[in-house]
């Protein structure tokens, strides 16, 4: 899919009749999930959203799996149409209080990458954010794995003292930043 599609071009069999009023909102689309099995309803009982594999976030990005789930929404690997890349998307719940709090995780961290030039404090590049079904999403770089992928992947059997010694000093290094941020 690329960018020259229209509205007017698509199939309307593949949008159900949501996605269909929907899409309208948007300039340009970049791919639909034409073979998702879609829902009709987008949330759970506690506003978190149902991720579907294959289906588009925003009309652009592809949920190709999810990498994490916790009290505040999910994170999904997605596949970027528009950028030709894959990307890390936090996707929030929807409860105000979320919105607020997404909104001072996204200032915090646009003040640490203009702060992080030249990535020697292991701050996560954030690419952008949007809004899509009143869920704010937030999108990162993909980075390899997380440090539970990585205990897992290990039998948890722990790791050797230079590797968390190796993970300390990062951290260390993301906290000066911080610090001198205050």
Do not use: W
């Not at 799996?65 to 890390?88: L, M, Q, T, W």
């Not at 590049?125 to 869920?135: A, I, K, N, V």
């Amino acid at each position: 899919y690329s960018d020259d599609i229209s509205v007017e071009n698509y199939d309307k069999r593949k949008l159900t009749t949501y996605e269909f009023t929907e899409i309208k909102e948007y300039a340009k689309i970049y791919f639909v999930g034409p073979h998702a099995k879609k829902q009709i309803d987008f949330d759970d009982k506690d506003g978190v959203y149902k991720v579907v594999l294959h289906d588009h976030l925003a009309y652009r990005f592809e949920i190709i799996k999810s990498i994490g789930k916790g009290s505040f929404g999910h994170v999904v690997r997605a596949f970027d149409h528009k950028n030709k890349e894959y990307v890390a998307i936090k996707i929030l719940r929807k409860e105000k209080k979320f919105n607020h709090l997404m909104a001072t995780e996204i200032e915090i961290l646009e003040i640490l990458k203009k702060q992080d030039v030249n990535g020697n404090y292991n701050i996560i590049p954030t690419l952008e954010s949007f809004t899509f079904r009143d869920h704010k999403c937030i999108t990162f770089k993909l980075l390899s794995m997380n440090l539970y992928e990585l205990l897992k992947k290990n039998k948890f059997e722990g790791f050797r003292l230079t590797l968390v010694r190796k993970f300390a000093l990062s951290i260390l290094q993301c906290l000066k930043l911080l610090y001198s941020n205050k």
